[in-house]
């Protein structure tokens, strides 16, 4: 038999605990309320006008107008190279030789073979003469005059012929000398001595004193955007405050093995501009279609679409919002499709976003994203 002291225990007991659970659950949903009531302070950019064109940057490196590319002129073993790179140059400088032995010998047998025609032409010559003297006479007869008379004009072709082989052999003698044609600087050497080279082959290579300009590879997509007379900027990664007005030169015909196009900028002259700088040319291209810029971080996704979170200024809360990405820059992501002017767009913590969730906006008035620039923005996320 349980007494009345048990029974009395047990019912305070559960009273008790009825009351601490109740305690409890209070005090979660005081907490659900208070969590409900959290904002988030967010760092957001506003849409600006969406703008009609987009910069191009391409990088290239500094090179001469123009560029020869020296060989010699006859085959032979290189034995002497007076340049270095670097080193200036100007016309008729040596640059190289090669072994013109051979060829001093075949200017001396040159100079025999037409000494010895000199001699056949004077024999011929007194042939004829006295040929000539015996048919005045009625002594001679004229075949024999007329056969001295060929045999002269055949002695003086041999002998013109042997003139212009002595000259051509004295040409090749000179040709062993590689030597420079303009004022200029060598860039490249491609042989050295002890090489036996061909006529023709390239064996040195001087930058031409004078204009300078930028060599650029341009993808078939932009292309169509660089014109010959197309003003552009040129920067150069040696100085940030160099910055020169450059001009689209020249543009190629056809792409090369990289699928890319040559494109030549010229630049002004400028003495802080060396050969071999790498410079970046900056050009403004028209697009297809209007597009807004926004910080890579605004990028966000949800349900494999690409989305952007949308502040809605009146309530305060965040909407997703899908759009369509054009293209990715170093300013950050073109969009095509999705934003409008005036669009207030979260550009940092993308990843505690939930739908309606309530926002802080900074104090100070949200700075515009222009169309080419993700620089501007409101205060950072906390």
């Not at 491609?190 to 031409?208: E, L, M, R, W, Y």
């Not at 010959?228 to 160099?242: H, I, M, Q, T």
């Not at 349900?303 to 950050?332: C, M, Y």
């Amino acid at each position: 038999m349980v007494s009345l002291t048990t029974n009395t225990l047990r019912t305070v007991a559960g009273a008790a605990f009825f009351a601490a659970l109740g305690l409890g659950l209070a005090g979660c949903n005081e907490k659900k309320e208070e969590a409900a009531e959290v904002v988030r302070p967010v760092k957001v950019v506003e849409i600006a006008q969406a703008d009609t064109t987009r910069k191009l940057d391409y990088s290239g490196s500094v090179k001469a107008r123009t560029d020869m590319n020296l060989g010699f002129r006859v085959s032979g073993k290189i034995v002497e190279r007076k340049v270095d790179i670097g080193q200036k140059v100007k016309p008729g400088d040596v640059l190289a030789r090669i072994d013109s032995t051979d060829y001093v010998l075949a200017v001396r047998r040159s100079q025999a073979d037409l000494d010895s025609a000199e001699k056949q032409v004077q024999t011929t010559e007194l042939a004829r003469d006295r040929a000539q003297k015996l048919f005045d006479k009625n002594v001679g007869s004229k075949s024999q005059l007329e056969q001295a008379e060929l045999s002269y004009d055949q002695a003086s072709s041999t002998r013109d012929s042997a003139v212009s082989a002595l000259a051509e052999a004295k040409n090749q003698v000179a040709y062993s000398d590689l030597t420079s044609d303009m004022n200029g600087i060598v860039t490249t050497i491609n042989a050295d001595v002890g090489q036996v080279v061909s006529s023709g082959t390239p064996v040195i290579t001087v930058a031409v004193d004078g204009e300078k300009e930028v060599l650029i590879a341009v993808p078939e997509m932009d292309i169509a955007q660089f014109k010959v007379g197309k003003a552009v900027k040129a920067r150069f990664w040696s100085d940030d405050a160099l910055v020169l007005d450059g001009k689209v030169r020249e543009v190629s015909g056809s792409a090369d093995q990289s699928r890319t196009f040559a494109v030549r900028v010229s630049l002004p002259a400028d003495q802080r501009v060396l050969l071999g700088m790498t410079a970046t040319i900056e050009a403004l291209a028209d697009n297809t279609q209007p597009y807004v810029s926004i910080p890579l971080s605004a990028l966000a996704q949800k349900d494999g679409q690409q989305i952007v979170w949308l502040v809605d200024r009146n309530a305060g809360t965040v909407h997703s919002r899908a759009i369509k990405v054009a293209d990715f820059a170093d300013d950050g992501v073109r969009i095509a499709d999705g934003l409008k002017t005036g669009d207030v767009v979260v550009a940092a913590g993308t990843q505690f976003m939930t739908e309606n969730m309530k926002v802080k906006l900074p104090a100070a008035p949200a700075q515009q994203a222009s169309a080419d620039t993700n620089s501007a923005s409101a205060d950072v996320v906390r």
